[in-house]
């Protein structure tokens, strides 16, 4: 008999709590949504990215037009190990053709890819070794060029960076 009553006991329980929680989601989810709504206009109005990062903008395959720049030594900071260690790298520039400053902008970065590549060897020079051959600071080096280009040039013509020789030692 004792088994029979606790049974039927834990049988009530099971059902009260099968009871509160489907008064739980009936409860929490329409202000869980509210609140999710809330935050998503907020979010608009200061307009801050949800989704995840930022993507670069993108240029029409027929307006893409490549400047190559040949690969040069470059020395890398010091990382302490008394070694001296260098890169050796080439840049590929990728520019709008269909921007306006297209056609000036080309001649000037073609017969001064001197003064390009000194902006490029001016941000990898921070660098030491161990994080020039990690991935994550390759594209982090790749976004700052492009940024000092952009800066130095006072355009977004330039829409991309990347090497077309990346060999270190």
Known sequence: MKKNLMSVIIFAICVVNLILNI???FVCMPSAKKTNNLITNIASVLE???EGKFEKPTVALENMAVINIDAQVVNLSDDGSGDKHYVQMGLTLGLDSSAEEYASLSTVLTDGSGAVFDEARNVVQRYTYAEVTNQATQE?????ILQNLQKRYGTTCIYSVSF??????
């Open 164 to 169: 077309s020789k990346f060999t270190t030692q």
């Open 140 to 144: 982090k080096i790749k976004d700052e």
């Open 23 to 25: 008064i739980i989601v």
């Open 48 to 50: 801050l990215e949800l």
